[in-house]
């Protein structure tokens, strides 16, 4: 998730996130909210029904093609509501694409993601730009892809880096 959205979520529940930046030797938290921009809204959700049963976060991220939210121990009297909130947030996930939030559903073999069409086609162009199979063009900050003389990709050049850092990093996991 962009450090920007990561922060406003901070802001807005310090005491679930006081956990976030931490040293990573002790916390995962050490490591942000490791998912795509897409399930902003789902975790800001989660977040706010989460808030009020005094819970810290102990890890935030993707696996599986799903959203995960382990928590730290808390009064186990509100133990089913919390599960109950969690659940839903990670099923809500199942149906949301990690990128951009538009609807989707679980792709892959090897690495699940959820993600929709436009997205999965966005990934996929790059792994051809790693290959060589396409090329692009840098013209007034925006980046076009393209393959023989077919435009596949414009936009701004900060979109695309997102893209790639996004990409590189379910590589990495």
């Known amino acids: 998730m962009h450090k920007s959205l990561e922060r406003e979520l ?3 529940y310090p005491e679930l996130y006081k956990e976030y930046g931490g040293d990573i030797r002790k916390t995962c938290m050490g490591w942000g909210i490791t998912c795509g921009n897409g399930w902003f ?3 800001d959700e989660l977040s706010a029904a989460l808030s009020k049963y ?3 976060a102990a890890q935030v991220k993707e696996k599986f ?3 995960r939210f382990y928590t730290e121990s808390y009064d186990s009297n509100n133990f089913d509501e919390v599960q109950e909130h969690i659940s839903k947030a990670e099923q809500k996930s199942t149906k949301t694409c990690e990128t951009c939030g538009a609807p989707a559903i679980i792709k892959g073999k090897q690495w699940l ?3 929709c069409d436009e997205c999965e086609k966005r990934g996929n162009i790059f792994a051809k730009l790693q290959s060589g199979e396409y ?3 840098i013209i007034d900050q ?4 393209f393959k023989d003389d077919e435009e596949l990709f414009k936009g701004s050049i900060t979109d695309f880096m997102d893209i790639i850092k996004n990409h590189l990093r379910l590589l990495k996991a």
């Open 54 to 56: 005094g819970i810290v």
């Open 142 to 145: 925006q980046i076009i892809i």
């Open 113 to 115: 993601r959820c993600e």
């Open 135 to 137: 090329l692009y063009k």
């Open 10 to 12: 901070v802001r807005k």
């Open 41 to 43: 809204n789902i975790i």
């Open 65 to 67: 093609g799903a959203l």
